[in-house]
């Protein structure tokens, strides 16, 4: 029977396909004690196998799909399943307590997991306890008949279901087969949501019950437009969507049509439309939409892909990738922003009640010199192959600001008199995300170069709503006049110095929004790249004279984000 449930609209599109459920697999079982050992030893030996031959085949696949760097993960997973020490040890285990593979499997690798974790002079072998962990639960999938999901093996068009996907789960989904994803958790701005809009397919999360409502191999209609979701649709349903899907793409064929356009509102104001990227990958997608620079690039990722910190040498190419990738074009890069719902393995931090206010970005980068510095002379190493400008996340204080900069002078210093060639055109700037920031953004304005606005974080620091949380979503509220009222203090105080003012959070390629931050003076909207065409479509109706008044009459009269959103909607129907 068809049922219908409603969730959060994350990624533009419509997706109608086979449920392909990423779930944490079931894999209770009882302890039992045993009187024919050779039996449960058999039963061990054959997992064993099975798991190794699956491994392999994700290896092999993983190595065609994604590439070969990602794939040596399972290199590591069949060393695991080859090792005779380990297996070894469960075989006694099994003869000796007269206990069920299931449980000398478990009790064995527990020993392993713990003498591994435990070597915390050695990250490498530390490491070691996250590979055991997967091979375990793969074989304990064979020993009970449990499915592991594996996306990176999937090789029929589905639509993946899950609780939540992490920034590595989302790496691995192969665009050629996977059409959608609906999760129960997150928000339009947690890093699955954003990832999706990057590999631009459709996605709706904050459904709460999509995994309880969506067995594996259903069919499913994910509306990323309208953030409805569609289990076993009826013939009639599953027709009505199939036209959507042919109407948005035939509006994706019109809005191509501007790539090489400028952007330019209706009374021929120009502001930029950046993109925003997370590995040098993305930059195909950046050309593809006609970006004119790239607003924010999170170099998180570069550190969350990898085994250990990367070298100097490692960032610095990623850096000049993307800076000649751009052809002159400017590239706002952001320093580290670990923390929140970015965690680095290797870099061990102690967990925190609120991790979002707590240990991240540039406070473990002052914190941490030596990591920073390295980043620090990597981009300075780069800068000369391209427009670039730096920004440091998660400013709150001038303090932090200005000792941020400091190490960056020093470092150009020991660069320059080790004679290697530096830009002199660097500008710097902060992410202003951090409400108290904003707030003083007049003082912050005398001494950066520009500004960009995080809305990401200032909407759910200034509104106190978890910007992942599904069940406080109804309370982000990116057109709250208390938030447009911020704005316009960062970008008037901006203005006042002669500074220029973007935003990178999702706001800055939010329809409803753009009309009132071209109104309140915004001069660089950085967006996924998939919404920069349509943005741009948006403001070539614009007059920018209006939206300044709209804006005006949204702060100045409006007390609810209902009554901005229906004076918007009022101006848009207008429109069309
Ligand atoms: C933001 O906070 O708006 C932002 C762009 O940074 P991130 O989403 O990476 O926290
Ligand atoms: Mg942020």
Same mark, same amino acid.
């Given at each position: 029977?068809?049922?219908?449930?409603?969730?959060?609209?994350?990624?533009?599109?419509?997706?109608?396909?086979?449920?392909?459920?990423?779930?944490?697999?079931?894999?209770?079982?009882?302890?039992?004690?045993?009187?024919?050992?050779?039996?449960?030893?058999?039963?061990?030996?054959?997992?064993?196998?099975?798991?190794?031959?699956?491994?392999?085949?994700?290896?092999?696949?993983?190595?065609?799909?994604?590439?070969?760097?990602?794939?040596?993960?399972?290199?590591?997973?069949?060393?695991?399943?080859?090792?005779?020490?380990?297996?070894?040890?469960?075989?006694?285990?099994?003869?000796?307590?007269?206990?069920?593979?299931?449980?000398?499997?478990?009790?064995?690798?527990?020993?392993?997991?713990?003498?591994?974790?435990?070597?915390?002079?050695?990250?490498?072998?530390?490491?070691?306890?996250?590979?055991?962990?997967?091979?375990?639960?793969?074989?304990?999938?064979?020993?009970?008949?449990?499915?592991?999901?594996?996306?990176?093996?999937?090789?029929?068009?589905?639509?993946?279901?899950?609780?939540?996907?992490?920034?590595?789960?989302?790496?691995?989904?192969?665009?050629?087969?996977?059409?959608?994803?609906?999760?129960?958790?997150?928000?339009?701005?947690?890093?699955?949501?954003?990832? @999706?809009?990057?590999?631009?397919?459709?996605?709706?999360?904050?459904?709460?019950?999509?995994?309880?409502?969506?067995?594996?191999?259903?069919?499913?209609?994910?509306?990323?437009?309208?953030?409805?979701?569609?289990?076993?649709?009826?013939?009639?349903?599953?027709?009505?969507?199939?036209?959507?899907?042919?109407?948005?793409?035939?509006?994706?064929?019109?809005?191509?049509?501007?790539?090489?356009?400028?952007?330019?509102?209706?009374?021929?104001?120009?502001?930029?439309?950046?993109?925003?990227?997370?590995?040098?990958?993305?930059?195909?997608?950046?050309?593809?939409?006609?970006? +004119?620079?790239?607003?924010?690039?999170?170099?998180?990722?570069?550190?969350?892909?990898?085994?250990?910190?990367?070298?100097?040498?490692?960032?610095?190419?990623?850096?000049?990738?993307?800076? +000649?990738?751009?052809?002159?074009?400017?590239?706002?890069?952001?320093?580290?922003?670990?923390?929140?719902?970015?965690?680095?393995?290797?870099?061990?931090?102690?967990?925190?009640?609120?991790?979002?206010?707590?240990?991240?970005?540039?406070?473990?980068?002052?914190?941490?010199?030596?990591?920073?510095?390295?980043?620090?002379?990597?981009?300075?190493?780069?800068?000369?192959?391209?427009?670039?400008?730096?920004?440091?996340?998660?400013?709150?204080?001038?303090?932090?600001?200005?000792?941020?900069?400091?190490?960056?002078?020093?470092?150009?210093?020991?660069?320059?008199?080790?004679?290697?060639?530096?830009?002199?055109?660097?500008?710097?700037?902060?992410?202003? +995300?951090?409400?108290?920031?904003?707030?003083?953004?007049?003082?912050?304005?005398?001494?950066?170069?520009?500004?960009?606005?995080?809305?990401?974080?200032?909407?759910?620091?200034?509104?106190? @709503?978890?910007?992942?949380?599904?069940?406080?979503?109804?309370?982000?509220?990116?057109?709250?006049?208390?938030?447009?009222?911020?704005?316009?203090?960062?970008?008037?105080?901006?203005?006042?110095?002669?500074?220029?003012?973007?935003?990178?959070? +999702?706001?800055?390629?939010?329809?409803?929004?753009?009309?009132?931050?071209?109104?309140?003076?915004?001069?660089?909207?950085?967006?996924?790249?998939?919404?920069?065409?349509?943005?741009?479509?948006?403001?070539?109706?614009?007059?920018?004279?209006?939206?300044?008044?709209? @804006?005006?009459?949204?702060?100045?009269?409006?007390?609810?984000?209902?009554?901005?959103?229906?004076?918007?909607?009022?101006?848009?129907?207008?429109?069309?």
């Amino acid at each position: 029977m068809e049922n219908r449930l409603m969730g959060i609209a994350a990624s533009d599109g419509i997706a109608i396909g086979k449920a392909y459920l990423l779930t944490e697999p079931d894999l209770t079982f009882a302890k039992k004690t045993i009187d024919n050992p050779e039996g449960e030893i058999t039963r061990l030996l054959d997992s064993f196998e099975n798991a190794k031959s699956e491994v392999q085949a994700i290896r092999d696949h993983v190595a065609i799909a994604v590439g070969e760097e990602e794939a040596q993960v399972f290199d590591a997973h069949v060393m695991v399943l080859s090792d005779p020490e380990m297996l070894d040890t469960i075989k006694s285990n099994i003869t000796d307590n007269k206990v069920n593979a299931e449980q000398a499997l478990a009790d064995v690798s527990g020993l392993f997991i713990a003498m591994f974790e435990g070597m915390v002079d050695n990250p490498y072998m530390q490491e070691r306890a996250a590979d055991i962990r997967d091979v375990t639960e793969r074989v304990m999938g064979h020993l009970l008949g449990v499915k592991i999901p594996s996306p990176a093996t999937i090789k029929e068009e589905v639509v993946i279901v899950a609780k939540d996907l992490t920034p590595s789960d989302t790496a691995q989904l192969n665009r050629r087969y996977v059409k959608g994803f609906v999760t129960d958790i997150g928000g339009r701005t947690s890093h699955s949501a954003i990832m @999706a809009r990057s590999l631009e397919i459709p996605a709706v999360v904050g459904t709460k019950t999509i995994t309880e409502l969506a067995a594996d191999g259903v069919m499913v209609i994910i509306d990323g437009l309208e953030g409805n979701i569609i289990v076993n649709p009826d013939e009639a349903t599953l027709a009505e969507y199939k036209e959507k899907q042919t109407a948005f793409e035939t509006q994706k064929e019109e809005w191509a049509k501007l790539k090489d356009a400028e952007t330019v509102t209706k009374d021929g104001k120009h502001v930029e439309l950046a993109a925003n990227i997370g590995t040098p990958k993305d930059l195909q997608g950046v050309n593809d939409n006609g970006a +004119e620079a790239i607003g924010l690039y999170r170099t998180e990722f570069l550190y969350m892909d990898s085994e250990q910190f990367p070298t100097e040498q490692e960032q610095f190419e990623a850096y000049k990738a993307v800076l +000649e990738g751009m052809n002159g074009k400017a590239v706002v890069v952001r320093t580290m922003d670990i923390g929140g719902d970015k965690e680095l393995p290797y870099l061990q931090l102690p967990e925190e009640m609120n991790p979002f206010l707590g240990y991240r970005a540039i406070r473990i980068c002052l914190a941490e010199p030596d990591m920073f510095r390295t980043q620090l002379r990597a981009l300075l190493r780069a800068s000369v192959y391209g427009k670039l400008r730096i920004m440091f996340p998660m400013i709150a204080t001038l303090n932090e600001f200005r000792e941020a900069k400091q190490m960056l002078e020093e470092e150009k210093a020991k660069l320059v008199a080790e004679g290697q060639s530096v830009s002199d055109e660097i500008e710097v700037g902060i992410m202003i +995300e951090i409400p108290a920031a904003a707030v003083l953004a007049h003082q912050f304005a005398k001494e950066v170069d520009f500004f960009s606005v995080g809305t990401n974080d200032l909407i759910q620091y200034t509104m106190a @709503a978890d910007r992942m949380n599904e069940r406080v979503s109804y309370l982000y509220q990116p057109y709250n006049p208390a938030i447009l009222t911020l704005l316009k203090h960062v970008i008037d105080s901006a203005h006042a110095e002669g500074k220029w003012v973007g935003m990178c959070g +999702e706001m800055a390629g939010d329809q409803t929004a753009v009309p009132l931050l071209l109104g309140l003076g915004l001069d660089e909207f950085s967006m996924s790249a998939s919404s920069i065409l349509k943005t741009r479509s948006l403001l070539a109706k614009l007059d920018s004279k209006e939206m300044e008044a709209l @804006a005006h009459k949204a702060i100045n009269e409006c007390s609810t984000v209902e009554e901005v959103i229906a004076l918007v909607e009022e101006l848009t129907e207008s429109l069309s």
